[in-house]
């Protein structure tokens, strides 16, 4: 109620200045050719008007309601109180002050118009904490997601720049080996096809193995000849399983638990998955139920 009054001060203030001149403006312009009375009705007939639209309009708004046929006949009556201070400005011999003033039944209307649109977007102090709320929690959401936006592209940054160092060091190592692996190679090769290698072997072999002339060949890197893997014995059948672990269970009276005839399936060499020597064990042991 507080700030709908004081939104709607500057709209009666500037309404009561522009009755009162219209008034003062209508009795000195009529007053001169009929009498002040007569001019004195016809100003407050202009106001009256003015006032009962506005009171009129005030009412529908109170309502939530508009009615344009009552707008307009407002903007009617303050265009003819404008119009009457024009009118009396201009025959006038120093125009220029009540043209000045001429304008105010026009903005005394707009400010009218102004306090209803503030009175229909008018929100209750709790709405306005829960939208300052809802924008404060959006502010915070969006300053914690940047915060881990950065605090994310940081530790990127950081990663990369270890696993990079990692890997320049790790190139570094290489290099250092492969130079010394390099100059080891070449000290060997150049030990191999020197003078003094033969006389020198020689020299030491001869009174252990004589007659054999030694050599000393460096191992040469290359491909390898592939191994020929060990050809896996054929897979047992449901049946050649089943007749194992029959004739195994049944090698000992009372038959063999699945533990101990597990065991010595395996001593026997024999080869099997776990889900196939169990499964052929409850078959054996079905079998020996129902028969």
Do not use: N
């Not at 202009?46 to 309009?57: F, V």
């Not at 508009?66 to 265009?79: D, N, Y």
């Not at 080869?271 to 139920?289: I, P």
């Amino acid at each position: 109620m507080k700030t709908s009054a004081k939104t709607a001060a500057p709209a009666v203030a500037m309404t009561v200045v522009s009755m009162v001149l219209t008034l003062a403006v209508v009795v000195m312009w009529l007053g001169e050719s009929m009498p002040w009375f007569v001019a004195l009705v016809v100003g407050l007939g202009i106001d009256g008007g003015w006032l009962a639209t506005l009171a009129y309009d005030r009412r529908l708004a109170a309502q939530g309601d508009h009615s344009t046929p009552i707008a307009v006949v407002g903007w009617g009556f303050g265009v003819l109180a404008t119009g009457v201070l024009v009118a009396h400005a201009v025959g006038e011999d120093s125009p220029g002050p009540w043209l000045a003033v001429a304008w105010l039944p026009l903005a005394a209307k707009a400010l009218w118009l102004v306090h209803g649109l503030w009175e229909r977007t008018a929100l209750t102090p709790a709405a306005l904490d829960t939208i300052r709320k809802v924008q404060q929690d959006a502010r915070d959401a969006a300053a914690v997601a940047r915060a881990q936006l950065r605090a994310e592209a940081g530790t990127e940054t950081t990663r990369l720049e270890a696993v990079t160092e990692a890997g320049a060091r790790v190139a570094r190592v290489q290099a250092r080996t492969a130079d010394r692996l390099a100059g080891a190679w070449s000290t060997l090769e150049a030990a191999r096809q020197g003078d003094g290698t033969a006389r020198a072997l020689t020299c030491v072999t001869e009174r252990v193995t004589p007659g054999v002339t030694p050599r000393w060949d460096l191992p040469v890197w290359g491909p390898s000849e592939a191994v020929p893997a060990l050809e896996a014995a054929p897979a047992l059948t449901d049946e050649d399983l089943d007749r194992i672990v029959s004739e195994i269970r049944h090698s000992e009276v009372p038959p063999l638990s699945y533990r101990d005839m597990a065991a010595r399936f395996r001593a026997a060499g024999h080869s099997a998955g776990e889900t196939r020597l169990r499964a052929a064990w409850r078959r054996v042991t079905a079998d020996a139920v129902t028969g």
